[in-house]
């Protein structure tokens, strides 16, 4: 049994309706069109016999009427929120994949050990609210309900007023952290996002590592002056400081780390006037915490020479920081075993933006699969993924889904299909 890339079409297709009238996508957290959205799963999962169970929260789950919700479960899951202006595959392939499975369990008259369960986290983009992974870290019991009450969107409504006034009272509010053995195995499927599977002409790709970040912002002040009137010898140029510094951290963004400096304002911002202040961002990511971290003191060893040298200020404030999350080996072995037995071409490859599986990565089990972005576009009207993709996507998924459950009756040790754990398959 396989997955079916024209039942897939018609849900992605059903859930892009869903969104406010634009270009692209426009589905944020709570609002009426993100609430369709999740009403359309949850009239899917209905017809497979799911109950809905929306936490305290505002994360959606699934689960079989009649299975215990204190069960360890075999979880798939993601987000239907969309940046503004957003694609229609971004979150929302995941959460269908997790459709498309129940369906192909229920064809095979569930032969799974344990429950299946789907769930839809709330607020990934943090479009609305400010904050990325907000549902998945409330579900993950890594943000207070004193936290989740000073998330509030543009017009000061908070998160969780947001979801009192707009979420179905007749759904059950159930606890919102997820209890010790709940979730068993927690998988998703995502777009990449990138052009790596595409330029590798890869099926799918397994995710072996979500990276870590650490993100800065960096004040250069230096002395506004004429432009004509000040010899060199005697400026303090602090955009011109900011030039060498912004070299530096392509220059020090070595191995597999990557450095990106997004954003610069500088100050006066006139065409006859010396700059005298600024501010530019410094975002690095790798999968390795010790690169990581020497990639991050280089850079900022850089930032203060560069400022000693031309005597200017240098200001430098850490605005965020995560670790490197790496994905569960025996799940990963799953995905590459799936794929094996099905033929389908893959990659292992790191994630470079952040996903819900990253927090569920912290009380369970967690285990990533990327389908390919037609020329990498996300986050915008333009993102597209093959249906298809991601119907091989749901296949591997399946094979890792049944491994994990295990076969009724018996434990989660359920056959991998045979392959070696460290096979290294087709790369
Ligand atoms: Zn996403």
Redo the contacts with the bound molecule.
Sequence with gaps: MRASADRIRLDIETIAGCSASGPGIDRLTFTPEYWAAVDYVAGQMGALGYERKTTVHGNTRFRREGSEWAEPAVAVG??LDAVPHGGRF??VAGVVAGVEIARLLADQDDALGRPFEVIVFAE??GARFGSVLTGSKAFAGRLSDCELAQLKDADGTSYLEAFAESSDSAATAVSGVVGAGDVASYFEL?IEQSVVLETARAAIGIVQAIVGLRQYRVVYSGTANHAGATPMRLRKDSLAAAARAIVSVEELSTGATVGTVGMLVSEPNAANVIPGRTLFSVDLRDTDPLALQAVGDAVLKRIRDIAEERQLQAEVKMTAESAPVVLFPRLRDSLRCSAETLGIHYLEMPSGAA?DAQEMAGVTEAAMVFVPSIGGRSHCPEEDTPYEAIALGVDVLLGAVRAAGGPPGGGREGSAGGCAASTQGVQ
Aim: net charge negative.
């Design positions: 993601s987000h971004d979150g990934e983009e995502h996903h």
